[in-house]
């Protein structure tokens, strides 16, 4: 099971992003996909997830403003970020489960990428 983030970067305030996350081994036809951020010193948070289902969710703190589809094929998951704010940046992470309504909280989630780096910043 491997899960890749990447697509992260510098961004200027206001400004957009899509991040990808590669899934090999996996399938998503029975797995929810997690998104996650952390901020230096702060805690992981949640930012979205993606059902089995195609159904998505997304924290009520960043609805608008964040979301998440997939591809046809379902090998790859992206979270878009727009109207991006400093308060943005963080590590972002993807992860998988098979439990199927994983989605907000980390300990759902028991197969974690690499993150990828965003920063929004003039």
């Known amino acids: 099971v491997q899960l890749q983030a990447s697509g992260g970067g510098l961004v200027q305030p206001g400004g957009s992003l899509r991040l990808s996350c590669a899934v090999s081994?996996?399938?998503?036809?029975?797995?929810?996909i997690g998104w996650f951020r952390q901020a230096p010193g702060n805690e992981r948070e949640g930012v979205g997830c993606?059902?089995?289902?195609?159904?998505?969710w997304s924290a009520e703190s960043l609805k608008g403003r964040f979301a998440i589809s997939r591809d046809n094929p379902k090998t790859t998951v992206y979270l878009q970020g727009d109207s991006l704010k400093p308060d943005d940046t963080a590590v972002y992470y993807c992860?998988?489960?098979?439990?199927?309504?994983?989605?907000?909280?980390?300990?759902?989630?028991?197969?974690w990428g690499q993150g990828t780096l965003v920063t929004v910043s003039s």
């Open positions: 081994g996996f399938d998503l036809d029975y797995a929810a």
């Open positions: 993606i059902h089995a289902d195609g159904s998505t």
């Open positions: 992860a998988g489960s098979y439990y199927y309504a994983a989605c907000l909280r980390d300990f759902e989630f028991d197969h």
